[in-house]
């Protein structure tokens, strides 16, 4: 059995998990740009934390996939800092998104040589269901910012379509740049907008509630209309 890593000072383990994922995730960020994304560099970035290699997969139990995952939650943090600036009430729905676009893409910019390394990693087949993932978690807070309340099926289709946009503007922003990325989410909130008037006024409830009312009807004998 591995031994609990040293808590200086009895710090709580919560504490000093958080403190030490960032310090990993910092030294990392550094590294990649050379190591790559991979079980090599998050073993380096651990022993320029001074963690052996127990402590290791106590904190990143899956390896650099567990970086990918803090990397983009940190660019998260970053992009939903810059838009506490911003008022969405001020802005028509596809400014927001757009904005809200902007802001991710940036927060990762600000990383870029690690960001690319990443990325790399995430393509991959044995990763690409923790890039959709994180894709996901990142709509869900721009949609959340621009003031999106659904709780029906709406909610799921403006992810769905939002991560659709997300990852191939934030692969643009990386590989080729910030013009061609800001063209293509333009472009892109096109199909958001043609999404929104296309389900503007339809009762996508109504088969559930008929289903309702005939179950309804089966259960209590009311008698059904021929």
Known sequence: MTDAPHLPN??????WADRME???????????????????????????????????ELL?????????????????????????????ASLKIRERIARALSARMEAGAEDL???RKCAAFLALPTNADLGLKLA?????LLWNWAGDTATDWNHYSKR????????????????DG?????????????????????KAGKD???????????LSRMRYGAKQPG
């Open 136 to 140: 996901w978690e990142t709509s869900d």
């Open 22 to 56: 960032q310090a990993v995730l910092d030294v990392a960020i550094r590294r990649a740009p050379v190591l790559g994304w991979n079980a090599r560099m998050v073993r380096v970035a651990c022993e320029d934390n001074g963690l052996s290699l127990g402590d290791e």
């Open 160 to 175: 769905t379509i939002l991560s659709g946009i997300l990852i191939p503007a934030l692969t643009m922003r990386w590989f």
């Open 60 to 88: 990143l139990p899956n390896g650099a996939r567990d970086l990918a995952a803090l990397l983009s939650r940190r660019h998260d943090d970053r992009a939903m800092a810059t838009l506490a600036e911003v008022d969405p």
């Open 178 to 198: 910030r013009e061609p990325a800001e063209a293509f989410v333009a472009a892109r909130i096109e199909n958001v907008m043609a999404f929104e008037k296309w």
């Open 204 to 214: 996508f409830d109504a088969p559930l509630r008929k289903m309702t009312d005939v």
């Open 10 to 15: 009895e710090e709580p383990a919560g504490d």
């Open 113 to 115: 040589d690690a960001t």
